[in-house]
């Protein structure tokens, strides 16, 4: 057998180490690479982290500084709360209308709405707006619309409560408007009209038409039921109408098929309606409104009388009975 010669031999093993340089060469190219990405990948979750963190804190803060701020405006809503109301949910619910050009938006129609939270038992007590009652700053006792008139929802608020000596926890300011949006989403409600309704009045552009009997009313007919006082009994067959309406649209609201419209409602309701009720509210009324399933609300007038000129006098002795009555006064513990 010849023997390779040497050149040869030695070509070969040259391209042999050559071959090996180069595989060698590759792989420490491979773990340079990798360390390389491995490092970009760590550089930018990093970085990702950090800004991740910076926005979490920024955004801890900021709920933070707004829950603390919703903490201090419920403490000073509540320091001046009697404890005799702390097992209900008191509202005051105001309805505006549009008002004459030299006034504005007045109060058309002023209701106390309580929430009992253990049974979720439902009370709506209506004030007429033209109730005679002692507004600060007022030397004599003056409609209770007027309140709003010099001082906006805290003044008609903080009226209501000193003259019925009632705790209300929040307010809700709604407007005609709106009233017959919602009525429409809900699909209308039955309301049997006891006599024929007929207003004209070109220049307030109103023409209420409604005949007696019962009636499907989509949202204009039930602001046109709920604004009209023309018959004999005025305002107080006003208010009567105003019981009739809650008591449907309560009924309505709560019935199963209705759960269907609520994120519209609930749409309408954020971007027409204002209210003291805040984002931290939301669970808390949750809550009471599942406890309201099932339960039919008490609808009553406040105590009173009508005056010859259309004012409502009120009885302090059988309105402080109301209250009595809708929130009992807890019993001294027996020794």
Not at 183 to 198: F, K
Not at 209 to 227: F, N, P, T, V
Request: charged letters at 25%.
């Amino acid at each position: 057998m010849k023997k390779k010669p040497y050149s040869e031999t030695r070509e070969r093993i040259e391209k042999k180490q050559k071959e090996r340089r180069r595989k060698r060469n590759l792989k420490i190219t491979r773990v340079f690479l990798a360390m390389l990405l491995v490092t970009v990948v760590m550089v930018a979750l990093s970085w990702i982290s950090m800004v991740v963190y910076e926005w979490g804190s920024q955004t801890y803060a900021t709920y933070m500084e707004i829950y603390d701020g919703y903490k201090q405006r419920k403490a000073l809503r509540a320091a001046s709360f009697d404890p005799r109301f702390d097992d209900y949910t008191n509202m005051l619910v105001v309805g505006l209308d549009a008002g004459r050009e030299d006034t504005g938006p007045q109060a058309d129609a002023i209701i106390l709405l309580s929430a009992k939270h253990a049974t979720g038992e439902v009370r709506f007590v209506i004030i007429p707006r033209y109730t005679l009652m002692n507004i600060q700053g007022r030397n004599t006792p003056e409609p209770l619309n007027n309140a709003f008139y010099y001082g906006g929802i805290p003044l008609v608020e903080q009226t209501v409560a000193k003259n019925l000596n009632v705790t209300i926890h929040h307010y809700m300011v709604i407007d005609t408007d709106i009233l017959a949006e919602v009525v429409d989403i809900l699909g209308g409600v039955d309301i049997y009209v006891d006599n024929d309704m007929n207003y004209d009045d070109p220049e307030g552009d109103l023409y209420i038409h409604i005949s007696k009997g019962l009636q499907h009313m989509e949202g204009d007919m039930a602001q046109k039921y709920l604004r009209f006082s023309s018959d004999d009994l005025g305002s107080y067959g006003r208010n009567m109408r105003q019981q009739k309406f809650l008591k449907a649209i309560y009924e309505k609201i709560l019935n199963p098929e209705t759960m269907t419209k609520l994120p519209e409602l609930v749409e309408v309701c954020d971007r027409r309606i204002k209210s003291s009720i805040e984002a931290f509210d939301s669970g808390h009324i949750a809550k009471l409104i599942t406890n309201m399933q099932g339960t039919k609300p008490k609808v009553v007038l406040l105590p009173g009388e009508l005056a010859k000129d259309n004012s409502w006098i009120y009885n302090p002795d059988k309105t402080s009975e109301l209250m009595n009555e809708l929130f009992p006064p807890e019993e001294p513990e027996s020794n």
